[in-house]
Nanobody, 127 residues
Framework: QVQLVESGGGFVQAGGSLRLSCAASRRTFSIDAMGWFRRRPGKEREFVAA????????HYADSVKGRFTISRDIAKATMYLQMNSLRPEDTAVYYC????????????????????WGQGTQVTVSS
């Protein structure tokens, strides 16, 4: 079992920034990677970004490329999602998730590949 605790959501004006955190209860050596998803109002949950605990992070949704960045603190078993240049359309509940049994460089964007999910954190961007 892996428990994920998210934090960092809130209210921000368009153009602003927020940093989301996702802390895992299990040490990172037993977790392959972590992903971020979001559910916008009236929409289905969608992929945002994902990354292994080591190496370069390159898996980002087109809608957030160049604005969102993943970083990691292995010692704290915490992954961060830095969100810059926020837009009203980024308003959503954001979720972190852990893939089981292993991260896929091909199917990293598929929700069914992730078995453990955080509770979600609300991000609201005003225009």
């Amino acid at each position: 079992q892996v428990q994920l605790v998210e934090s960092g959501g809130g209210f921000v004006q368009a153009g602003g920034s927020l940093r989301l955190s996702c802390a895992a209860s299990r040490r990172t050596f037993s977790i392959d990677a972590m992903g971020w998803f979001r559910r916008r109002p009236g929409k289905e949950r969608e992929f945002v970004a994902a990354c292994r605990w080591t190496g370069v992070c390159t898996h980002y949704a087109d809608s957030v490329k160049g604005r969102f960045t993943i970083s990691r603190d292995i010692a704290k078993a915490t992954m961060y999602l830095q969100m810059n240049s926020l837009r009203p359309e980024d308003t959503a509940v954001y979720y972190c998730a852990v893939p089981v049994p292993a991260y896929s460089d091909v199917y990293y964007y598929r929700q069914e590949k992730y078995s453990y999910w955080g509770q979600g954190t609300q991000v609201t961007v005003s225009s």
